[in-house]
């Protein structure tokens, strides 16, 4: 079964506003999760990873303002897309760590910004 | 950032057909993996391989993980449709946070 839910699988909104993209783990404490992002046809790219508890580590050239990771539980970490703009519009998907290192995705979420 | 060397890119096959697809890389992992993606979904882990030299099957996948630890293949045996999706391999970092590094992907298409 699903060992991470991710939730919207997908969302339209207006240029300017915010958007929140939760990942949980299911059945296991996670105190680390990644974040991705995926461009059509391309591969997923490491946004930042989130640390249960602590900030959040971001990716050279990944603006830490406008994608904002809170990961206050052990098994939720939530990304937040501030003032959204078309550019912004992706793929979106988590993972996290389990048993033997191994990343576990979630289903994504598919960003439109009108 | 950095990536893995996957190839072929596409592939365009008849049902039936053996796949074969690799990474290399210029650096040394110390676990492969490799990931199947359909549209709209989240990669799911196909193999995960933890040493040099190792060699694990999954079904009709099989994949291998180098001896130099810089490199990784994939075999898929008799391909049926539900094959057909684009694949991932992707290195764990040594150190630090253990973050994925991941191949450009190879995209399956399966004639019937």
């Known amino acids: 079964g699903a060992v991470v839910s991710q939730h919207p699988s997908r969302v339209i909104c207006k240029s300017g506003t915010s958007v929140k993209i939760e990942c949980r783990s299911l059945?296991?404490?996670?105190?680390?999760m990644f974040w991705y992002r995926q461009f059509p046809k391309k591969s997923l790219m490491l946004m930042a990873t989130?640390?249960?508890?602590?900030?959040?580590?971001?990716e050279q050239g990944v603006e830490k303002d406008k994608f904002l990771i809170n990961h206050a539980s052990l098994t939720l970490s939530t990304l937040t897309v501030t003032s959204a703009h078309p550019e912004d519009s992706s793929f979106y998907i988590c993972?996290?760590?389990?048993?033997?290192?191994?990343?576990?995705f979630g289903a994504g979420t598919r960003l439109s910004v009108l | 950032g950095q990536q893995l060397n996957q190839s072929p890119q596409s592939m365009f096959i008849q049902e039936g057909e053996d796949v074969s697809m690799n990474c290399t890389s210029s650096?040394?992992?110390?676990?492969w993996l490799w990931y199947k993606q359909d549209p709209g979904e989240g990669p799911v882990l196909l193999i995960a391989?933890?040493?040099?030299?190792e060699l694990t099957s999954n079904g009709r996948l099989t994949a291998q993980f180098g001896i130099t630890r810089k490199d990784s293949f994939l075999n898929i045996s008799a391909s049926i449709p539900s094959d057909v999706g684009i694949y991932f391999c992707?290195?764990?970092?040594?150190?630090?946070?253990?973050?994925?590094?991941f191949g450009q992907g190879t995209r399956l298409t399966i004639n019937p």
């Open positions: 650096s040394i992992f110390n676990t």
């Open positions: 992707a290195g764990q970092e040594i150190q630090g946070a253990q973050k994925l590094v």
């Open positions: 993972s996290t760590d389990r048993v033997g290192n191994i990343q576990y």
């Open positions: 059945d296991f404490q996670a105190t680390t």
């Open positions: 391989l933890y040493k040099a030299g």
């Open positions: 989130s640390n249960e508890g602590s900030k959040a580590t971001y």
